[in-house]
Structure formats: C-alpha cells, structure tokens
C-alpha cells in the first residue's frame, strides 16, 4: 500500500497549489479609518484566514458595509502548508501569541471588538485567555461557530482508510477520508455540498469554497488524525483554567457528526467548562452546514441582543 499511499500525498500537496484561491491567506478585509468597531477571526483545525468570506454577507446585514476584519495568520498555518506539518508545540504557542498580540493592537484602535472563532479555534482562543489585556476583554463579545467538542473518539473510519492511504507524521497517525453525498448514511460530515434554500433564496455551496479537499478518483478527500486532534486540544485546554467570562454566543449544529449524537445537555456541559454563562443557539444540521447564512446571522443578531 506504500505506492498508493504516495499518490494521495502528491494529489493533496498539489491540490494546495490550484485550490489555494478558494480558501486563501488573505487576512484583512474592510477599511479600519471607517468603523470603531473591529471583527477578528480565529480559524479552526486546518481551517484558514479566508474561511471568513463565508461570513461577510451575514456581517455586513447587521454592521454596514463599512467594517475591518482582521484574521490570525501565520505563515506556519497557510494554506500551502500540508496538515501534519501544522500542529506541533513551537506553532501552536505562536499561535496563542499572535492572537494576543493582535488583540492587543486592535484595542489600540477600536472602540469594540468582535471574536469569531470557528470550530476548534476556540480552544486556541482559550489558549490565550491569560495573555488578553483586561481591557480587550472590557470591549469584546465572542461568537463560537459550529463548535468543536474536547475530544474526538477514533472511529473505524480511521482504522478503514488508515490500511489504504495512512501514514505516520511526528508519531501521529495521517489518513484520508472521502467526501461525497452518499456517504453522509455512513458520516454525516462526509458532504460534498450543500443545496441551500432560505425563504426565496436557493443556492448550492460546495465544501470547497470552504475547506481544503483534493481529487483521488471520483472523489474529493481530506487527511485529518484523531491523536494530532486531541493532543492540539488538551495542550491548548492546559494553557489557562480561566473561564471565559466576556458576551458568548455558542452555535451548535445538533446534526454534527465530531459530537457523536451526543445531547444537548452533554454538549452544553463541554462549553459551560470554559464559558460559565453562555448563549447556546442550537440548529439541526452538521458541522460544516452550520456556518450558513441564516445560522450566522442569527449568532450576530444574538450577539447585539446582548
């Protein structure tokens, strides 16, 4: 199995080069001059600075088209950079750094401040509580999308897929997992796209307009590893005991495959670990279909009820 596994690595390295323009690096949107009130932006395991696109029109519904995002970025979590070069100790403490230093400049320069985390990036947010200046936290309100429970059991998929295409990178486990429709009886999180519709609207997304995914066959793939997963998480959970105690509004996508069909109540008990008194919006979908535009503006019109 070593010659295919050789051929998932070379289509997922190239794929990092012609789908680079679908979830980019770009890391500032908007005019800082016209706005006193700042958007920043922490990405999810794997995800990067462009996924906030995503977001702009559901942002600029209830904050005008003049707004200023700034996103974390390093350059050690392009999107040129392979997955299982991302996650050791050295980049993730640059992480948390950044994020503090980013939030110290923005206090500098607004009057309030809004963090969107997606995903598992709100335990690299967490990560940094401690480092934040108090008086970043006076002006903040955070909105964690789609998110990201503290531990991911290993599933067969794994133990299938690792014995066709795996490998070992760093002592972690790498291996790829297909996308397709038909697979969400098996995976909920396996979708290609997504036909939306909202009232008069209709539109059909696709998961690359979000993710990084390559070609193999007739079939778009993805690595991903349990153990990196849960030790990037652990290591982060272990930085700071403080609670978060600035505005929080959760969205939870009930449908996510990453919580095993656990219940609301298992899944509020994770967040009130780390946000004592959260606003939790649940919406019955999967984790990457969560971050549609109606579920978005829904967390943000929350967030200004606050």
Same mark, same amino acid.
């Given at each position: 199995?070593?010659?295919?596994?050789?051929?998932?690595?070379?289509?997922?390295?190239?794929?990092?080069?012609?789908?680079?323009?679908?979830?980019?690096?770009?890391?500032?949107?908007?005019?800082?001059?016209?706005?006193?009130? &700042?958007?920043?932006?922490?990405?999810?395991?794997?995800?990067?600075?462009?996924?906030i696109r995503f977001a702009l029109p559901s942002i600029a519904r209830y904050y005008g088209s003049d707004i200023y995002i700034?996103?974390?970025?390093?350059?050690?979590?392009?999107?040129?950079?392979?997955?299982?070069?991302?996650?050791?100790?050295?980049?993730?403490?640059?992480?948390?750094?950044?994020? &503090?230093?980013?939030?110290?400049?923005?206090?500098?320069?607004?009057?309030?401040?809004?963090?969107?985390?997606?995903?598992?990036?709100?335990?690299?947010?967490?990560? @940094?509580?401690?480092? *934040?200046?108090?008086?970043?936290?006076?002006?903040?309100?955070?909105?964690?999308? &789609?998110? &990201?429970?503290?531990?991911?059991?290993? @599933?067969?998929?794994?133990? %299938?897929?690792?014995? *066709?295409?795996?490998?070992?990178?760093?002592?972690?486990?790498?291996?790829?997992?297909?996308?397709?429709?038909?697979?969400?009886?098996?995976?909920?999180?396996?979708?290609?796209?997504?036909?939306?519709?909202?009232?008069?609207?209709?539109?059909?997304?696709?998961?690359?307009?979000?993710? @990084?995914?390559?070609? %193999?066959?007739?079939?778009?793939?993805?690595?991903?590893?349990?153990? @990196?997963?849960?030790?990037?998480i652990q290591h982060n959970v272990n930085k700071s005991s403080s609670p978060i105690e600035i505005p929080t509004v959760v969205?939870?996508?009930?449908?996510?495959?990453?919580?095993?069909?656990?219940?609301?109540?298992?899944?509020?008990?994770?967040?009130?670990?780390?946000?004592?008194?959260?606003? *939790?919006?649940?919406?019955?979908?999967?984790?990457?279909?969560?971050?549609?535009?109606?579920?978005?503006?829904?967390?943000?019109?929350?967030?200004?009820?606050?």
């Amino acid at each position: 199995m070593a010659a295919l596994t050789e051929c998932f690595k070379n289509r997922y390295l190239a794929s990092l080069n012609y789908y680079k323009s679908f979830y980019d690096d770009l890391s500032e949107y908007g005019n800082p001059a016209n706005t006193d009130h &700042a958007f920043y932006f922490i990405p999810g395991y794997n995800g990067v600075p462009g996924q906030i696109r995503f977001a702009l029109p559901s942002i600029a519904r209830y904050y005008g088209s003049d707004i200023y995002i700034r996103c974390l970025h390093l350059e050690a979590f392009s999107a040129k950079t392979p997955v299982w070069e991302k996650f050791t100790k050295e980049n993730i403490e640059q992480k948390h750094k950044a994020i &503090a230093q980013d939030l110290s400049e923005l206090d500098e320069h607004f009057r309030t401040i809004t963090i969107i985390v997606n995903s598992s990036g709100f335990y690299d947010f967490k990560a @940094s509580y401690d480092q *934040i200046p108090e008086t970043v936290k006076a002006k903040s309100q955070l909105a964690w999308i &789609a998110c &990201a429970p503290d531990w991911m059991e290993q @599933s067969a998929w794994e133990n %299938f897929f690792y014995k *066709i295409n795996g490998f070992k990178h760093n002592n972690y486990p790498w291996f790829a997992y297909p996308n397709h429709n038909a697979l969400m009886v098996i995976n909920k999180e396996c979708s290609a796209t997504k036909r939306w519709h909202h009232g008069p609207q209709k539109k059909t997304f696709f998961k690359t307009d979000l993710e @990084s995914r390559f070609h %193999f066959g007739k079939l778009l793939w993805d690595y991903f590893s349990f153990p @990196s997963y849960n030790w990037m998480i652990q290591h982060n959970v272990n930085k700071s005991s403080s609670p978060i105690e600035i505005p929080t509004v959760v969205l939870v996508a009930e449908k996510d495959g990453y919580w095993w069909g656990n219940s609301r109540e298992v899944i509020a008990g994770v967040i009130q670990k780390y946000i004592p008194r959260p606003k *939790i919006l649940y919406k019955p979908t999967t984790h990457l279909w969560v971050t549609v535009p109606e579920h978005l503006s829904a967390t943000l019109e929350c967030l200004q009820r606050n």
